[in-house]
Antibody, heavy 121, light 106 residues
Framework: EVQLVESGGGLVKPGGSLRLSCAAS????????MNWVRQAPGKGLEWVSS????????HHADPVKGRFTISRDNAKNSLYLQMNSLRAEDTAVYYC??????????????WGQGTLVTVSS | DIQMTQSPSTLSASVGDRVTITCRAS??????LAWYQQKPGKAPKVVIY???NLQSGVPSRFSGSGSGTEFTLTISSLQPDDFATYYC????????FGRGTKVEIK
């Protein structure tokens, strides 16, 4: 069974940093591209970042470019999102999601349960 | 950036109704479009991918159609479990989600 479990969310002050993690199991992690998608309270879904299976392709959405960095460790079956210079508008539930391809640019076939990031003073 | 416009934003329907949701792209995305269902407090679940392919395990009352800039998600006979919010997503150029359509009980 495919499982994605996010962790690392919490309350952080504006300008602060946070590192999210996503532990994957039930599939060959190194064969699939991975993504972060967020959802602000009461709002819709917003793509954040994507990374290919070998980390050769990395993409970030414009609102987070230069502040967030997606990475992965295939030996540890883990996906990460390093978030710096956090702003109030980054407050959201952050979902880790798998794509059914090794390259970026596909839909998301499995999602984690999400981790809440709150940016507030 | 490709913008995705969904309509309607809210849809009131009864069990057994045929329901159609539309998604328009600001420029062609070919058939690189997916539909997701999301219930309150839960992660989204893909129902349709590549515009018209039914995800494994999803009931056949769900169907998708379209290409280029116009797409539809149809539920042929709405069931109690289908009341949820539905999002379209293009993945032709990076990724963009529509703003969602809430299907509520009439």
């Amino acid at each position: 069974e495919v499982q994605l479990v996010e962790s690392g969310g919490g309350l952080v002050k504006p300008g602060g940093s946070l590192r999210l993690s996503c532990a994957a199991s039930g599939f060959t992690f190194s064969s699939y591209s991975m993504n972060w998608v967020r959802q602000a309270p009461g709002k819709g879904l917003e793509w954040v970042s994507s990374i290919s299976s070998t980390s050769s392709q990395i993409h970030h959405a414009d609102p987070v470019k230069g502040r967030f960095t997606i990475s992965r460790d295939n030996a540890k079956n883990s996906l990460y999102l390093q978030m710096n210079s956090l702003r109030a508008e980054d407050t959201a539930v952050y979902y880790c999601a798998r794509s059914p391809t090794s390259v970026t640019g596909s839909y998301r076939d499995y999602w984690g349960q999400g981790t809440l990031v709150t940016v507030s003073s | 950036d490709i913008q995705m416009t969904q309509s309607p934003s809210t849809l009131s329907a009864s069990v057994g109704d045929r329901v159609t949701i539309t998604c328009r792209a600001s420029r062609s995305v070919s058939t690189w479009l997916a539909w997701y269902q999301q219930k309150p407090g839960k992660a989204p679940k893909v129902v349709i991918y590549d515009a018209s392919n039914l995800q494994s395990g999803v009931p056949s009352r769900f169907s998708g159609s379209g290409s280029g800039t116009e797409f539809t998600l149809t539920i042929s006979s709405l069931q109690p479990d289908d009341f949820a919010t539905y999002y379209c997503q293009q993945y032709n150029s990076y990724s963009t989600f529509g703003r969602g359509t809430k299907v509520e009980i009439k």
